[in-house]
Nanobody, 123 residues
């Protein structure tokens, strides 16, 4: 299982970024997949998740209405559209998946995650 996130960058508050996560070694429609973020000195925060067989994505309250998770099964790629960005969204964003039966979106297991992508939002 490999996950490679990209698309981060520096953006002004109110701006948008589209993060991508290319998955390999498994099919997206098999396991839960999602995004978490970690800001310096802070704990990991789950951002969004979708089950392998799911249609509906789940979101943290802090990003609900601003972020949208989508996936392209043909490309085996997951996207996180981030809009109306705020300085508090600044973090390294990681995509993750979990192949264990006991884990999905709730609770998330974070069994695998790849190299993250840094999102910096300036005020």
């Amino acid at each position: 299982v490999q996950l490679q996130a990209s698309g981060g960058g520096l953006v002004q508050a109110g701006g948008s970024l589209r993060l991508s996560c290319a998955a390999s070694g498994f099919s997206l429609d098999t396991y839960a997949i999602g995004w978490f973020r970690q800001a310096p000195g802070k704990e990991r925060e789950g951002v969004s998740c979708i089950l392998g067989s799911g249609v509906r994505a789940y979101y943290a309250d802090s990003v609900k209405g601003r972020f949208t998770l989508s996936r392209d099964n043909a490309k085996n790629t997951v996207y996180l559209e981030t809009n109306s960005l705020k300085p508090e969204d600044t973090a390294v964003y990681y995509c993750w998946t979990d192949t264990r039966v006991a884990y999905g979106c709730y609770p998330p297991g974070y069994e695998y995650w790849g190299q993250g992508t840094l999102v910096t939002v300036s005020s």
